[in-house]
């Protein structure tokens, strides 16, 4: 299926000497130096050179269109809780996918079809309340489901992979391709959309209805409860920031390293798990990125194992000194 080609009309308006707003469509206008501190759950980074947040399929495909026609990179921001955005910020159009939402429950097939900017823990909740098996694990990631789907997200031994069933993607030409799970190679927390530039639009899961919803509800509150209470959800961070490296625990070699609590400017490794790095105030993203880098460090020294990181990191970052 391909996008209606709409005729891009361009309207510049002066904001002020460094800012610009285009209009794509009535509803959609790319910004200039926009700052994405607030658009990540880390609350750092700095602006984006241009954004923009489609609200339907029509001005996704005109933004990504913009983007091929100028010859700009496009980043794609989900809910941003698995970025860490350098203080610099990110050239070119950054994408914002959190507007373009709808859901449908295919009560027959036992599928769901969900748009990229969908919360996670919301349709979690909904499966839940509807008698829906098959999603009360996801109910503690704060993301969105086309990050979901691009990082293989997962917790208490599930994964996006155990229920994916296809995922439409929007091409650079604009057109859509709809890839099943086999074709998205999924891995641990890995898939082949990863560093593509293909945007992930909607996707389908299939789950099982017809369960009582007291008790899907009631394991979706366990797992909700489980993570309250052993993760640092009151403080600004990304999850997890390194891949587990088999067949150990991140935090575990971590904590044993001695970096628990371990501090640098305002940002910290969480005294509650280890595998965390907390925002604990007022941090930049250079501190994060050097923590992080530190921790590599420490775990590669005392324990000869290389910590690979789960966050994704964009934009510039200077080298620790
Ligand atoms: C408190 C906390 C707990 C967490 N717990 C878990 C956990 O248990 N398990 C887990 O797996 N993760 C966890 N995470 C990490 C994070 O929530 C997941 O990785 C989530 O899937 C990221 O979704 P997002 O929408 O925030 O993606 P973003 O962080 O915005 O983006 C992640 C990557 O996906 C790309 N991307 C996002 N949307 C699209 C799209 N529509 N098309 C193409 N590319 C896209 C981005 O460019 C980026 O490369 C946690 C994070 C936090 C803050």
């Known amino acids: 299926m391909t996008i209606t080609p709409i005729k891009t009309s361009l309207r510049t ?6 800012r610009k707003e285009i209009s794509l469509t009535p509803e959609c206008q790319i910004k200039s130096h926009v700052s994405l501190a607030a658009y990540t759950s880390y609350r750092v980074g700095g602006p984006a050179e241009l954004y923009v947040a489609p609200r339907d399929m029509n001005s996704l495909q005109a933004s990504v269109q913009y983007a091929v026609e100028e010859g700009l990179p496009v980043t794609i921001l989900g809910a941003g809780s698995n970025l860490l955005i350098s203080d610099r910020g ?23 079809t969900v748009a990229a900017g969908e919360a996670i823990p919301a349709l979690a909740w909904e499966a839940a309340k509807l008698g829906w098996s098959g999603l009360e694990w996801a109910v503690g990631i704060p993301g969105t489901m086309g990050g979901a789907v691009v990082m293989n997200a997962g917790a208490h031994g599930d994964c996006i992979a155990d229920i994916l069933v296809s ?4 091409l650079p030409n604009g057109s859509l391709k709809t890839l099943t799970s086999d ?18 639009t909607q996707a389908t899961f299939r789950l099982q209805p017809g369960v009582d919803p007291v008790k899907v509800t009631s394991v979706t509150q366990q797992h909700k409860k ?21 067949p150990y625990a991140a935090g575990r070699l971590i904590e044993e ?22 925002n604990s105030g007022g941090a930049r993203a250079g501190d994060i990125f050097n923590l992080i880098r530190h921790v590599q460090q420490q775990v590669q020294q005392h324990w000869s194992i290389s910590l690979e990181p789960e966050v994704k990191m964009m934009g510039e970052f200077l080298p620790v000194c």
């Open 90 to 112: 990110i050239s070119g159009l950054v994408i914002a996918t959190r507007h373009l939402r709808h859901t449908h429950f295919d009560l027959q097939r036992g599928l769901v």
């Open 183 to 200: 074709e998205l190679g999924y891995t641990y927390r890995t898939s082949k959309l990863q560093g593509s530039n293909l945007v992930v």
């Open 257 to 278: 390293a001695g970096l628990k609590g371990f501090q640098i400017g305002g940002a910290q490794v969480s005294p509650r798990h280890a595998n965390f790095i907390i």
């Open 226 to 246: 489980q993570r309250l209470t052993t993760q640092p959800y009151d403080k600004p961070s990304c999850g997890s920031v390194f891949r587990n490296p088999t």
């Open 167 to 170: 995922a439409e993607v929007l």
């Open 13 to 18: 308006s002066g904001m002020n000497n460094n």
